[in-house]
């Protein structure tokens, strides 16, 4: 509520104001997002190193299509808000976000920049296209990050990013699916762009660039509910407009390692039923989905908590692994079909 009337305020007060800083004018977002004026978008394409594509648009577009793009933008506007926020506690040496060599917060900046500048084409790429298909453009919420120092911050873009990394190869199957040829062209260019800047967050925690052989696969609806984490309850103008699930939250209580291991988990059964039993479904590379028996060890009203084997061992389970309780034993055959089964969930475990 207070978030909610404050943004309220900033809009009356602009409303006056017209020589404040564009940035408290709109909100979160930086460089006039989410609709730059033409100096603007000049500009950001130079922090971008690059424009933004001037081929015409399709000429047509399927209603798959469309929630793709709906994604994509929902997804863009939270990482620009994400990369803006960080570049300003670095710049403004908020407490946790110091560095102690000045080259050394020169460099990072300088990626920063043009991260956050190239993730303001995407969104501003996919809006484009939804305004000229006459789609109402997604617009931004109001954002919190779960983090208060530069580790985790990376920590968590690492994260995200794996999550896009593997939910764009949904985009792309669902354009294939609606032939929408030109689409899954230009989307295929983002998300070699997307692994580039995941290499670099993963060589900054220490680890080797390249994660899997074969990213791991996600579905839509499941980068829909993970986005939501980080957005103002009630903040979202046109949510509403994405045809997508949200699922109920899913808590690893546990901290899983490189080896096979039992997992604690909590999360809401709005069913509520404890004579249905529930499984703990994972998607790790392009494997079939692993399904693992649920043992519920408490239910408090809603809230369960429950163990399941995580089987590392025998499956390699490295980088991204998305965890879902299912309410169905499966087999599943692929990830969308979990995702029609899903009760809560995605957890996210980063394995190396
Ligand atoms: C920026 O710093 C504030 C204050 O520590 C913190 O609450 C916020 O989560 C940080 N944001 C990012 C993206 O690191
Ligand atoms: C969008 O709407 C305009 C005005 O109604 C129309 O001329 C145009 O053909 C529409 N574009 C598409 C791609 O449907
Ligand atoms: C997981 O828990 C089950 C049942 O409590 C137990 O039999 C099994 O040995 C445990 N597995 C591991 C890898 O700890």
Not at 101 to 120: G, P, R, S, Y
Not at 171 to 196: K, P, T
Not at 310 to 339: C, K
């Amino acid at each position: 509520m207070r978030n909610l009337y404050l943004a309220g305020a900033l809009v009356s007060l602009a409303c006056f104001v017209t020589a404040a800083p564009t940035s408290l004018m709109r909100g979160q977002l930086p460089d006039g997002m989410p609709s730059p004026g033409p100096s603007e978008l000049k500009q950001i394409e130079q922090s971008a190193h690059g424009t933004l594509p001037n081929g015409p648009p399709p000429p047509a577009i399927s209603n798959q299509g469309i929630v793709n793009l709906k994604l994509i933008a929902f997804n863009e506007l939270f990482e620009v808000a994400f990369f803006n926020e960080l570049i300003t506690n670095i710049t403004e040496n908020v407490e946790g976000y110091r560095f102690n060599k000045a080259e050394e917060q020169t460099v990072v900046l300088d990626a920063l920049k043009a991260i956050l500048a190239q993730e303001e084409l995407h969104a501003l790429r996919a809006n484009d296209a939804l305004s000229h298909f006459n789609v109402t453009e997604i617009e931004p919420c109001k954002y919190q990050f779960p983090v208060q120092d530069f580790d985790d911050a990376i920590v968590l873009a690492s994260t995200f990013t794996s999550l896009v990394l593997g939910t764009l190869q949904d985009v792309v199957e669902r354009f294939a699916l609606g032939h929408d040829v030109d689409l899954a062209r230009e989307i295929s260019s983002v998300i070699g762009q997307e692994g580039e800047q995941q290499g670099w967050f993963r060589v900054m925690q220490g680890k080797i660039p390249s994660e899997l052989p074969f990213l791991t696969t996600s579905d839509l609806n499941f980068a829909f509910t993970a986005i939501q984490d980080f957005v103002v309850p009630g903040s979202c103008p046109n949510i509403f407009d994405i045809p997508l699930r949200t699922f109920e939250d899913l808590k690893i209580l546990s901290t899983p390692g490189p080896q096979s291991q039992n997992l604690t988990f909590q999360f809401n059964d709005p069913d509520n039923d404890a004579a249905h039993p529930l499984w703990m479904t994972y998607i790790n590379q392009q494997n079939l989905p692993i399904v693992e028996p649920l043992h519920i060890i408490s239910r408090d009203g809603r809230e369960v908590q429950a163990e399941a084997l995580f089987p590392f061992d025998d499956h390699e389970m490295n980088g991204l692994t998305i965890a879902t309780v299912t309410n169905l034993e499966g087999p599943f055959e692929d990830v969308s079909s979990v995702a029609k089964w899903t009760l809560a969930g995605p957890g996210l475990i980063i394995i190396n």
